[in-house]
């Protein structure tokens, strides 16, 4: 990448997860069981997910209802490609970052540098380490997949200004095979009263359900990664399932303001593992 190439520390440890490994670990691996799918349920093998980013404790029941699903994939996955938008620093484009791994409590993982390079290639991408370096919405889903998945590696992006399209043909870049896992990092609506977020929230799902691209980033923060994302299951032939719908007031706070988050999984339509 550069010869400032560089392991980027986690971002939010102690602020959005536990700074302290075995406590993460701890936490991790009960959430993960309690989200395990049941016998009734149909297999999915996922190509791609949709999962929420914020603090754990809020989120992250939800968001192991999707990395559960990866426990038979263990060995399998070899290469996660993640897109989260943007939320301290402005970014033109997707952005990679200026690094060669990323660390978080749980030990470090090492980034695809071969995939970055051929990413650059496109003139939607640029570097940019002030884009990573404290963004919350791919560190907290990083914990779940060193849990989940055995050796891989990480091509990460910060979603700014680009359109659907451009995230699609990023996507479809790297697509790879069954070795290859698409993850896209976006909670629904915010601060809204509880019973008019499962209003809203539910709406958005359907939206995506029907592969129809949402219209505004009050719908969901990651809103341009997310429309990315359709545009490749159209191109692509996959279906997305829902596999959880809450919100904060359902998990660790008040209902008065709350925060929506949806699980989702994206397949080949009748794929079995």
């Given at each position: 990448m550069t010869s400032q190439a560089h392991t980027r520390p986690p971002a939010v440890a102690g602020a959005f997860y536990q700074a302290e490994p075995e406590r993460l670990?701890?936490?991790?691996?009960?959430?993960l069981a309690e989200s395990r799918p049941g016998l009734h349920q149909a297999p999915i093998r996922p190509k791609a997910l949709i999962v929420p980013h914020a603090g754990h404790i809020y989120s992250g029941p939800i968001a192991a209802r999707a990395y559960a699903l990866l426990g038979p994939l263990h060995a399998a996955v070899r290469r996660v490609v993640m897109f989260g938008p943007a939320h301290r620093v402005a970014a033109g484009g997707l952005a990679l970052p200026e690094a060669e791994a990323f660390a978080t409590p749980l030990g470090r993982i090492p980034l695809d540098e071969d995939a970055m390079r051929r990413a650059q290639a496109l003139p939607q991408v640029c570097v940019s380490r002030a884009a990573h370096a404290m963004e919350h919405s791919l560190d907290v889903q990083l914990p779940f997949l060193q849990e989940v998945l055995d050796d891989f590696t990480l091509v990460p992006f910060v979603v700014g200004d680009a359109s659907a399209e451009e995230v699609a043909d990023v996507i479809e870049l790297l697509w790879?095979?069954?070795?290859?896992?698409?993850?896209?990092?976006?909670?629904?609506?915010?601060?809204?009263?509880?019973?008019?977020?499962?209003?809203?929230?539910?709406?958005?799902?359907?939206?995506?359900?029907?592969?129809?691209p949402l219209d505004e980033f009050e719908q969901a923060c990651g809103a341009l990664p997310i429309n990315g994302m359709i545009e490749v299951a159209r191109r692509q032939?996959?279906?997305?399932?829902?596999?959880?719908?809450?919100?904060?007031?359902?998990?660790?706070?008040?209902?008065?303001?709350?925060?929506?988050?949806?699980?989702?999984?994206?397949?080949?339509?009748g794929e079995k593992r």
């Open positions: 670990a701890g936490e991790i691996t009960a959430v790879g095979g069954p070795e290859t896992l698409i993850v896209i990092s976006s909670d629904l609506s915010h601060y809204l009263p509880y019973a008019e977020a499962q209003h809203k929230d539910r709406a958005t799902v359907d939206q995506i359900l029907r592969l129809t032939g996959l279906m997305p399932s829902l596999l959880d719908l809450r919100n904060s007031g359902d998990t660790a706070s008040d209902r008065s303001r709350v925060v929506g988050y949806a699980a989702l999984a994206f397949a080949e339509p």
